[in-house]
């Protein structure tokens, strides 16, 4: 079903199996991220990087599409979704860009997961780690 003005996707979500994740790595003062926002941009960022698109086995809302800042993030939203897409057109549709987003973010997560949980040591530097010396 296509949007209308009166049905509008407005509410983000990530994979159930990884939420808890995102709610481990956006909690307490070691955190790496303040909110799972930062942490899902980040992630769709890397899964994009990555070209690992994988959709939402299941979908657990998290957060709503007016969190997203207006000169920061939707920008970096839009450029995702026009570079996977190559039509500036899936910029009319918020559901589908969610959705792309959505999927890149879960394929994003899924490394960070890896790198960062997975492995001993401390989270944060894990982390820090990861961003500089990219992905390899």
């Known amino acids: 079903m296509k949007e209308t003005a009166e049905v509008r996707r407005d ?69 995702l979704a026009i570079a996977a897409t190559g039509d500036v057109k899936v910029l009319l549709d918020q559901g589908e860009l969610l959705t792309i987003a ?11 997961e890896q790198r960062v949980a997975q492995e001993p040591g401390d989270r944060l530097l894990k982390f820090a780690e990861l961003v500089v010396a990219g992905v390899r």
């Open 102 to 112: 959505e999927e890149y973010a879960n394929g994003g997560i899924s490394l960070i």
């Open 11 to 79: 509410r983000v979500s990530v994979d159930a199996a990884s939420h808890e994740f995102y709610r481990t790595l956006t909690s307490g003062e070691e955190s790496p991220f303040k909110t799972m926002k930062d942490l899902f941009l980040v992630a769709a960022c890397l899964g994009f990087q990555l070209n690992k698109r994988v959709p939402l086995e299941r979908r657990q809302q998290v957060f709503a599409w007016s969190i997203f800042s207006p000169q920061d993030d939707i920008p970096v939203l839009r450029a």
